[in-house]
């Protein structure tokens, strides 16, 4: 019987395949959960030196505490207690065992995790922070962390974890500091430059573009740059001489290619991560510092809007709108601080409609249609993909 051993012992050392299993071993044990919370339960098997083996365990509860699933995944009950051993793994006729204590309350704070750590927002963009509170088994424990900033980079309410960032760009490491009860956890915020979008490319010559029809009622309408149609052709009641500084192009190759570069200037914009949703607000009586702002779904302009370029004259501020844009009569757009309007993008995802008397600023992009009604005045670009672009009486200058 001892050769036999030995022999196998042997054999086992010159094989080119794994030993077999001779010790199996269950973590975390002994482990501590809050009632009707779970763990991942893990088994380990070694050969006879001490090298992991594969193994595929099957895994039951043999002492109470809560159940377990075939991967190990045990969840708790609502009974407190000790249960020696419950965890049970079997594996090629080897078994182990874990033991678990189930209680309602969580042990004393021993880390904070921070979320999301790293993070990355733009030159005064904004980032919420979570503080996760956990003991020395994982259990989570509610806190009421501090917030500071300890090495640049912004400024972070105190309370609620809102952090502002700065208008220096660069990585600030562990800067976003949580604590609680002598326990602190940190994250990382690299703050960068809000890019502008991706080139307009030949759309950039068009201060009109639209996909079905242009058309214009009112005489008095000028209009600076290129007009544009495609896939349609039609473009009615443009008055002579206009426009002017640009030309016609009704359904011909140059408003093809700029529809093309249209689209890709879209999708660019569609794919900005927001930085402060303002779902639910009007436009009217805010003041934005440049950034990438968005609503789930329609946006109202209501009185005036000033963009604040806050003294950088290639600030960009990028205005999502889920669905329709509309602005009250003799609402305005206004720009301090440096701001341009080359700058201002305004991505709609169905129409925009300007009020009479509007006075509007920055690129409109909107995947349907756009209506100036009487005496709108655009400082900017009205660029629809699919649909038509009216207008009446207006006057529509390319920045």
Not at 10 to 16: D, E, I, L
Not at 211 to 231: C, K, M, P
Request: include cysteine; proline fraction near 4%; charge should be neutral.
């Amino acid at each position: 019987m001892c050769a036999a051993l030995v022999l196998g012992a042997w054999g086992c050392r010159t094989a080119t395949g794994p030993c077999p299993a001779v010790t199996l071993t269950v973590t975390p044990n002994p482990a501590t959960l809050l009632q009707n919370t779970s763990r991942q339960f893990t088994a380990t098997g070694r050969d006879y030196r001490g090298n992991v083996v594969s193994t595929s365990a099957s895994w039951s509860v043999v002492a109470g505490g809560g159940t377990i699933d075939s991967s190990g995944w045990f969840t708790a009950g609502a009974v407190n207690g000790t249960y020696l051993n419950t965890i049970q793994a079997t594996s090629g006729g080897l078994t182990a065992n874990a033991t678990v204590t189930v209680t309602n309350t969580p042990g004393p704070l021993v880390t904070i995790t921070v979320t999301p750590n790293p993070a990355t927002v733009v030159v005064n963009g904004l980032q919420s922070f979570i503080a996760t509170g956990r003991d020395v088994d994982g259990n989570i424990v509610a806190i009421v962390p501090v917030w500071s900033v300890i090495a640049g980079g912004g400024a972070i309410n105190s309370g609620s974890g809102q952090f502002t960032a700065g208008a220096v760009t660069g990585s600030f490491a562990n800067t976003i500091e949580a604590a609680s009860g002598g326990v602190s956890g940190f994250a990382t915020v690299n703050v960068i430059a809000l890019a502008p979008p991706g080139t307009l490319g030949t759309a950039a010559t068009f201060s009109i573009l639209a996909g079905t029809t242009v058309t214009n009622t009112g005489v008095t309408t000028t209009i600076t740059g290129d007009v544009g149609v495609s896939a349609g052709i039609a473009i009615t009641g443009i008055p002579a001489g206009q426009p002017t500084g640009g030309s016609i192009h009704a359904g011909d190759a140059t408003a093809a290619t700029a529809q093309s570069d249209l689209t890709v200037a879209y999708n660019d914009l569609a794919g900005r991560p927001c930085g402060t949703n303002l779902t639910g607000l009007d436009l009217g009586g805010q003041t934005l510092a440049p950034g990438v702002y968005c609503f789930n779904s329609s946006a109202q302009l209501t009185g005036a809007l000033v963009l604040d370029g806050q003294g950088n004259t290639n600030s960009v501020f990028v205005i999502k709108i889920g669905s329709t844009l509309t602005t009250a009569s003799n609402a305005s757009v206004n720009l301090l601080g440096g701001a341009q309007a080359q700058n201002v993008y305004w991505q709609v995802g169905s129409s925009a409609t300007l009020g009479t008397g509007t006075a509007f600023v920055g690129n409109i992009v909107a995947l349907a249609s756009i209506t100036l009604n009487t005496s709108a005045s655009l400082t900017g670009r009205a660029l629809a993909r699919n649909g038509a672009v009216t207008l009446e009486a207006n006057a529509v200058t390319l920045p």
